[in-house]
């Protein structure tokens, strides 16, 4: 398969604790892209990479929130003292270089207890 | 006001209608559009680029005006697997080059069989 590779699937963690999840992206994508989806809403976009290099952040991304791209192919992002807003699907996106269509992973989907 | 608006639905048409959904969005610069679809708790899927000059993909239609800026998707001859979210997305291109996706909230549309 080299469609968009996203793990875990599911996460269930306690209030407090640090989560981390990966996106592989497809191999000849160099725009990486994360976004987060709550029930009933659409998408909204985290933060971008092109190559390696994390070029925007939205304001949605807090403190807590860390991403990186160490060497422009799969990418982490990371939670620290999670919350229970913080349940959400975390969907991954990549793009060739010419920008244009993005292509989405499965998901993580993370619950806060 | 919210960058990408919809109505969220939900549209619950019988086998073999034809539904349409509409989209406005406020940002005057952006540049490419979207339909996507998303079953339940699965990521969006590409259904469609959205062209000024309309584009048709089988029993689908997309409508660009940029003047009002407003996005349309008509759907012909529904079908019951055709019950899913449908996503309205612009893709504005960033002051650094990002082309994030903003997304509407979603049409949740249901075929009845």
């Known amino acids: 398969d080299t469609g968009v590779s996203q793990n875990p699937r599911h996460k269930i963690t306690k209030r407090g604790q640090n989560v981390t999840f990966r996106c592989d992206p497809i191999?000849?994508?160099?725009?990486l892209y994360w976004y987060r989806q709550t029930l009933g809403q659409g998408p909204e976009f985290l933060t971008y990479?092109?190559?390696?290099?994390?070029?925007?952040k939205s304001r949605l991304l807090s403190d807590r929130f860390s991403a990186e791209r160490p060497k422009g192919s799969f990418s982490t992002l990371e939670i620290q003292r999670t919350e229970q807003g913080d349940s959400a699907m975390y969907l991954c996106?990549?793009?060739?270089?010419?920008?244009?269509?993005?292509?989405f992973g499965a998901g993580t989907r993370l619950s806060v207890l | 006001r919210k960058e990408v608006e919809q109505d969220p639905g939900p549209f619950n048409v019988p086998e073999g209608a034809t539904v349409a959904f509409n989209c406005t969005y406020s940002n005057s610069a952006s540049q490419s559009f979207f339909w996507y679809r998303q079953d339940c708790r699965k990521e969006p899927k590409l259904l469609m680029s959205v062209y000024s000059s309309g584009n048709e993909d089988g029993r689908f239609t997309a409508q660009l005006n940029r003047a009002s800026q407003y996005i349309s998707l008509l759907i012909r001859d529904s079908k019951l697997s055709d019950s899913a979210t449908y996503l309205c997305v612009v893709n504005p291109k960033g002051a650094s080059g990002t082309y994030k996706y903003i997304f509407g909230t979603g049409t949740r549309l249901k075929v009845l069989a």
């Open positions: 191999s000849e994508h160099n725009r």
């Open positions: 990479f092109q190559n390696e290099a994390q070029l925007e």
């Open positions: 996106a990549s793009s060739p270089p010419t920008g244009g269509i993005q292509y």
